[in-house]
């Protein structure tokens, strides 16, 4: 199989995890790393293995051996280089939040269905073992129909940190709240009947805390929150008619391990799904799969599910 030349779109810590998993797939090859800064762009090539560094974004994409670009520059820059990458030609995976706005994501998800190339937001969790394990439960009857969700995301973020930034997009819904509005649209629906939100917003000008109830038919809901908190803590509790399941030990959206419970405790069914690498390499995957496949959109990662989630959180940050 011949091996697919991904060209990595910003330096940063991000880019170093996907890197690392790219190295572990033999049909993926790490051909290009593009920075502003020429110099950590040549690290990161030392640092990775990476065949070519280049010192501007559009250096990389003239370059005719690039079969797919990741995107991992900050959120506020997402919009642009996602845009850069789709006129240039080039397929795109794109980090969360594939955008600021769900109007940035409609115009871009509208571009690359124009020009038929394949664009895909890099939700992780959505590919790996245990997510998708979860869904053939549900899908399977397993835990009967999911009638609640509990998900949190709070961080430790220090003096300095970029979610202090509001020029850098920060706050905790954008980066935080994103796993768990996400993780709970997917089980629960994209489409909620009513959406109520609380925020407070700092002294930063940016949200520290944020909490979220998406309402469905039949009293079905999520509560779902997130914030700049003293400590970490990352939990997730879904309730179905049948059983339950609770992650509570590791990151719900990178978990590695899982059970459902019925409501004397007894385990139902569990799993285990140790990752290749460190679990982005599932949405590698995922990527080339589609493209092998000729597809232009994946079925798990829908653009489509995209612009819901940004949908959602315009209007909570309304």
Request: charged letters at 25%; aromatic letters at 10%.
């Amino acid at each position: 199989m011949e091996k697919m030349k991904w060209g990595l779109m910003g330096a940063g810590r991000i880019s170093g995890w996907f890197a690392t998993a790219l190295s572990a797939l033999d049909e993926a090859e790490i051909y290009a790393i593009a920075s502003r800064q020429l110099e950590k762009g040549q690290a990161f090539a030392h640092q990775y293995g990476v065949t070519k560094a280049y010192g501007s974004y559009e250096e990389m994409l003239s370059d005719d051996a690039v079969d797919i670009v990741y995107i991992g520059t900050p959120i506020q820059e997402h919009f642009r280089c996602v845009k850069m990458c789709l006129e240039a030609g080039k397929h795109v995976l794109c980090e969360k939040a594939l955008t600021e706005n769900a109007e940035q994501a409609k115009q871009l998800c509208a571009l690359a269905r124009e020009k038929k190339l394949f664009l895909m937001e890099a939700m992780w969790t959505k590919c790996q073992p245990v997510f998708r394990q979860i869904k053939q439960w549900i899908a399977d009857g397993l835990l009967g129909e999911i009638q609640a969700a509990d998900i949190r995301f709070y961080t430790k973020a220090g003096e300095g940190h970029r979610l202090y930034k509001k020029e850098l997009a920060g706050g905790a819904l954008l980066d935080l709240g994103y796993y768990p509005v996400t993780y709970a649209c997917d089980l629960l629906g994209y489409h909620p009947q009513q959406i109520q939100n609380h925020t407070i917003v700092g002294e930063k000008e940016v949200d520290y805390l944020d909490s979220i109830v998406l309402e469905y038919k039949g009293g079905r809901f999520a509560h779902l929150s997130c914030g700049l908190g003293a400590e970490k803590m990352v939990s997730m509790y879904l309730l179905g008619s049948k059983g339950r399941i609770s992650m509570q030990e590791e990151f719900f959206f990178q978990a590695q391990r899982v059970e459902v419970l019925d409501f004397d405790n007894h385990v139902l069914a569990s799993f285990a799904g140790t990752f290749i690498k460190n679990g982005y390499e599932y949405e590698a995957l995922e990527v080339m799969k589609c493209l092998r496949e000729g597809r232009t959109e994946s079925e798990i990662v829908k653009l489509d599910d995209s612009i819901a989630v940004m949908e959602i959180l315009d209007q909570c940050k309304a």
